[in-house]
C-alpha cells in the first residue's frame, strides 16, 4: 500500500538553508513542502493554517524563537510533530524543546538520508535523536547538575534573569562591574552555554532558578 504523503513546513530564518531543505525534501518521494518560514511567528501562522505533517523547526531565530514557537504550537492545539533542525548538538534548549513538545532534534549538516529519515519517522510519532544529541542527552540526565554555582554566582544569575545589567547587578551586591562579567563567564563554564539568556534558560531547566510569583499591587 502506498504511504500517504508527508506534507512539511520549513522553519528557518537563513533562506539558503531555507531553499536547499525544501529543494531536498521536494525532490524526495513521499515529501510536500506546503511553504515556508522565517522566525516562530510565522512558522505559528502558517502551520495553524496549513496543517502540515511535520514542521522542521530552526532554535536560533530574530523575534520569535524555535522553543517559543513549540510552546505556542502546543498551547494552539496544532497536531504537526516538530523536528528540530540546528547546528548545535549541545544547545541549551535541547530539553526544553523536548520538554516542549518537539518529536526530535537532528543537525543541519546530517547527511540527506538521516533527514529524510528523521522526517518520516517523526510524522510516525516515532523519536528521533542524532546520535551525538542522544550521547549529550544520556551525559545530561547521568550528571544533570555536573557543578554547582557558588553562592555569589547564584546571586548574579539571579539578578540577570529578573532583567538587570550588568552595571546594575553589581550595584545591587556592591562589586564591581568587571566581577560581574568574571562571574557570568564562570557561570557559562559552568553551565554549558554561551550567553545570558542561555544560561538563565540553562538554570530554569536544571531548577537552580524557580519562577517567582507575581507580586499583589
Known sequence: MTEPTIRLLIVDD?????????SMFAAAPG???????????????????????????????????GLTAIT????????????????YDTDAHVLPAIEAGATGYLLKDAPREELLRGARAAARGESVLSPSVAAWLMNRVRTPAPQLLSRREMEVLELVAAGNTNREAAGRLFITE?????????????????????AVTEAFNQ??????????S
Open 31 to 65: 515529501f510536500e513542502v506546503l511553504g515556508e518560514a522565517a522566525d516562530g511567528a510565522e512558522a505559528v501562522e502558517l502551520a495553524e493554517r496549513l496543517r502540515p505533517d511535520v514542521v522542521l523547526m530552526d532554535l536560533r531565530m530574530p523575534g520569535m524563537d
Open 207 to 216: 531548577r537552580l532558578l524557580t519562577p517567582q510569583p507575581p507580586t499583589q
Open 72 to 87: 505556542e504550537l502546543a498551547r494552539r492545539g496544532v497536531t504537526a510533530r516538530v523536528l528540530v533542525l540546528t547546528t
Open 14 to 22: 537563513h533562506p539558503v538553508v531555507r531553499n536547499g531543505l525544501s
Open 178 to 198: 568587571a566581577t560581574v562579567k568574571s562571574h557570568l563567564l564562570s557561570i557559562y563554564a559552568k553551565l554549558g552555554v554561551r550567553d545570558r539568556a542561555a
